[in-house]
């Protein structure tokens, strides 16, 4: 289950989904199966490369805590599932 209580099995897994640009380059983001997360960059403008690079960071940290616990039960439970069957 997804930190709002959606059902994940089936979802594609969670990307880093920008969503703002100032010039070109991305200031704002959120995570593609959890739309309420926002990753920012503000108030720091740098390049679009240093600005991406913050954004694959704070969406990592989110991933490795939320997301990865999740992949790992959803495979604990096939497991399970294909050895009782």
């Known amino acids: 289950m997804a930190q709002d209580g959606t059902r994940l099995s089936g979802a594609k897994k969670a990307e880093l989904r920008i969503t703002e640009n100032v010039g ?3 200031i704002k983001a959120t995570c593609s199966s959890c739309p309420s997360v926002v990753f920012s960059t503000s108030p720091f403008l740098g390049s679009k490369a240093d600005n991406q690079a913050a954004l694959d960071l704070l969406f990592a940290a ?3 805590q939320v997301h990865r616990h999740e992949e790992n ?3 604990a439970a096939r497991i399970v599932r294909e050895a009782t069957e």
């Open 62 to 64: 989110h991933f490795s």
């Open 24 to 26: 070109g380059i991305p």
């Open 73 to 75: 039960s959803q495979a």
